[in-house]
Each structure stands twice: as C-alpha cells, then as structure tokens.
C-alpha cells in the first residue's frame, strides 16, 4: 500500500523463541544474562591503591619537613644558578677566545 511517497507491508510473523534461544546459545550468549561487580571492584581497589600511594608520598615528603612550594622553590633556585653558570663559562670562552 502506498501513502505519501512511501510503502507500508503488513507482516503477519509469529516469533519461534526456542529456535531463537538455541540460536543464541550457539553463538555462545547465555541466557539468562548473568551480570558481576567484578570489574567495579577492581576500579575500587585501583583506586583504593592510588590513594595509599599519594598518602605514602604525602608522608615522605613531609619526614623531609618541606612543602611541595618549598621544594618546588629549591629546584626553581637551582635552575636559575645553572643558567647563571652556563652564561659565565660561555662569557669565558668568548674572552679566551679572543686572546688567541
């Protein structure tokens, strides 16, 4: 039957559901569907696991008595003297260089 540009068929079909549970069952699903936590108590223990991490670390780092800017400011420091140390030894060999 045709309406409006488009055909509609009029199906009268009755559903085999054993033909089609032992279908499903030979392409390896098996019914009933059975559902476990397992994968969420892995997360949960990965989790768990990354927290005791950051509270070993959290610990450590304060036996040393410093903050995460204090020693953050160490490094900064220690990259500004190399780079001081660095532009004196290049002025050096500039000097030296121009002796010769």
Same mark, same amino acid.
């Given at each position: 039957?045709? =309406?409006?540009?488009?055909?509609?068929?009029?199906?009268?079909?009755?559903?085999?559901?054993?033909?089609?549970?032992?279908? *499903?069952?030979?392409?390896?699903?098996?019914?009933?569907?059975?559902?476990?936590?397992?994968?969420?108590?892995?997360?949960?223990? /990965?989790?768990?696991?990354? =927290?005791?991490?950051? !509270?070993?670390?959290? #610990? %450590?780092?304060? %036996?040393?008595? *410093?903050?995460?800017?204090?020693?953050? #400011?160490?490094? =900064?420091?220690?990259?500004?003297?190399?780079?001081?140390?660095?532009? %004196?030894?290049?002025? *050096?060999? /500039?000097?030296?260089? !121009?002796?010769?």
């Amino acid at each position: 039957m045709a =309406s409006s540009g488009g055909y509609s068929i009029y199906v009268d079909a009755e559903l085999n559901l054993d033909k089609l549970k032992k279908d *499903l069952q030979t392409k390896g699903l098996k019914l009933p569907l059975t559902v476990d936590n397992s994968g969420a108590k892995k997360a949960s223990k /990965t989790l768990e696991d990354i =927290s005791n991490k950051m !509270e070993d670390a959290n #610990s %450590q780092v304060s %036996q040393f008595g *410093l903050t995460w800017q204090e020693a953050s #400011s160490i490094m =900064s420091k220690c990259v500004d003297i190399i780079e001081k140390m660095t532009d %004196q030894v290049f002025e *050096l060999d /500039t000097s030296l260089t !121009e002796l010769i």
